[in-house]
């Protein structure tokens, strides 16, 4: 008997009701109901007890952002986990999350950072909020319209949080990822004001994203004044040492540039290498080596020393700062050896150490990146995430000087991987690809530097 049938039977003028059209009748409601209010998703198996999201197929999609909504909303959130690892794994993973709160059209509550390089002992993690080492206000005037960030007092009911559970494993995919952040766009996880990530640091995400997106939410990544006044600090030290070593530099001829054409022009140059000979990247570097069948990835310090040494057009004498987390290395003699004319310098014998011994790893770290970065010549290594995202905002800078030719020998700000070998016996030019599709190269290191 269909639901149709089940009519209010009257026999001698009494209702008869019948167990059957109860039934019936439960159930089309309960079908009624969820047809209302729980849509059935394309391809979902459903919902968990958490309201986890569970996908049973690999639907294709499109991995760019280029046609994403420019408006973000300010009334709905998401949350994900801390994020760990050295800083530009946090860098990379903070800007991934900022991404993926785009995608859903949601502004990204601010996140907790770690203040240490623990990274499998959470409770070693010393959280730090992204705001005590970045500017926030900074970030989003530069972002406006891109992403946005918020703060937790923005949320107008704490409890009013979906929990959205990243999928690991093989079997999750790149698609099945990034089709579950699609379906998280829609009704009924639409209807909650925050949504709640749970999975893994989100440097491990799946990656939807291409570089130039990337580079935007980095660019919008401004030091607080007191890091950056730190990093002045050891920049200013840097250059004064310059002007000694040799006082008569022209700077409108440094890099082919001419010091009116630019408001960054430098008052002296110098060189920055971020040396990675340290034990925990060694041991890192070597592995990576084993299985990717590569043996261009670890680099000795004889290595570096030549090569650096031998970058075609490099003017001398010059100061060559070591960018080295001091801590982890074994090897103190990084200062011997180097090529006449390059006069190097360290932390300790720069004067600096009481800047950076102020600070946990992440300010240290921070203070570096800053001082590379500003540096007239780079060189560091492809396959470590700190140099390439070097690399990476060197190669934006030149963009948005209107820079065509990134490896022409007299450009501003060149680059060097000193573990690929280039010309001369020097180490490889360096540019970013910034047409890539995602941040591959990046996060993981690559040999293939576009030069």
């Not at 209010?37 to 391809?43: E, L, R, S, V, Y």
């Not at 986890?52 to 998401?78: C, G, M, W, Y």
């Not at 009911?157 to 559970?165: A, C, G, K, P, R």
């Amino acid at each position: 008997m269909g639901l149709s049938g089940c009519k209010h039977l009257r026999f001698s003028g009494y209702l008869l009701k019948s167990l059957t059209c109860k039934c019936l009748l439960l159930a089309g409601l309960v079908l009624l109901f969820r047809a209302l209010f729980f849509p059935k998703f394309p391809a979902f198996a459903g919902f968990d007890a958490n309201y986890s999201v569970v996908t049973q197929s690999d639907p294709s999609s499109s991995l760019s952002l280029s046609n994403a909504e420019s408006q973000i909303r300010e009334d709905k959130f998401v949350v994900v986990p801390q994020i760990a690892w050295g800083l530009n794994n946090q860098k990379i993973a903070f800007a991934r999350a900022c991404l993926t709160a785009r995608m859903m059209n949601r502004t990204l509550l601010v996140p907790s950072l770690s203040a240490s390089l623990f990274y499998k002992e959470v409770d070693q993690l010393q959280p730090i909020s992204f705001d005590k080492v970045f500017q926030f206000d900074k970030f989003n005037l530069l972002c406006n319209g891109f992403v946005r960030l918020g703060r937790y007092s923005d949320v107008s009911n704490q409890t009013d949080v979906f929990e959205l559970q990243k999928g690991s494993g093989r079997k999750w995919t790149a698609e099945r990822d990034l089709y579950q952040l699609k379906q998280s766009n829609k009704f009924p996880v639409d209807r909650y004001e925050v949504i709640k990530i749970i999975g893994k640091n989100p440097f491990l995400w799946h990656d939807h994203w291409p570089v130039k997106d990337y580079a935007k939410v980095l660019e919008c990544i401004i030091l607080v004044d007191k890091i950056a006044k730190e990093a002045d600090r050891v920049v200013s030290k840097i250059r004064d040492i310059g002007k000694k070593v040799n006082p008569r530099t022209n700077l409108d001829k440094i890099s082919g540039v001419n010091s009116e054409s630019s408001a960054l022009q430098p008052q002296l140059p110098y060189v920055a290498v971020h040396m990675r000979i340290e034990k925990d990247w060694m041991i890192h570097c070597k592995k990576v080596e084993q299985r990717s069948n590569k043996t261009q990835i670890c680099s000795s310090k004889q290595e570096i020393l030549e090569r650096v040494g031998n970058i075609v057009g490099l003017k001398t004498p010059t100061v060559v700062y070591l960018a080295v987390a001091d801590t982890l290395l074994e090897d103190h003699s990084i200062l011997n050896g180097w090529r006449e004319g390059l006069i190097p310098f360290a932390k300790k014998n720069l004067g600096v150490m009481g800047i950076y011994k102020k600070y946990p790893y992440l300010i240290q770290s921070a203070i570096d990146y800053e001082v590379c970065l500003r540096a007239d010549v780079f060189a560091g290594n492809s396959f470590s995430t700190f140099s390439s995202l070097i690399a990476l905002e060197r190669t934006h800078k030149m963009i948005k000087l209107g820079v065509k030719d990134f490896c022409d020998r007299d450009v501003r700000w060149p680059s060097y991987a000193y573990n690929i070998l280039g010309e001369s016996k020097g180490p490889h030019r360096w540019t970013t690809d910034m047409s890539a599709s995602n941040l591959q190269a990046i996060s993981y290191g690559s040999d293939d530097l576009a030069c």
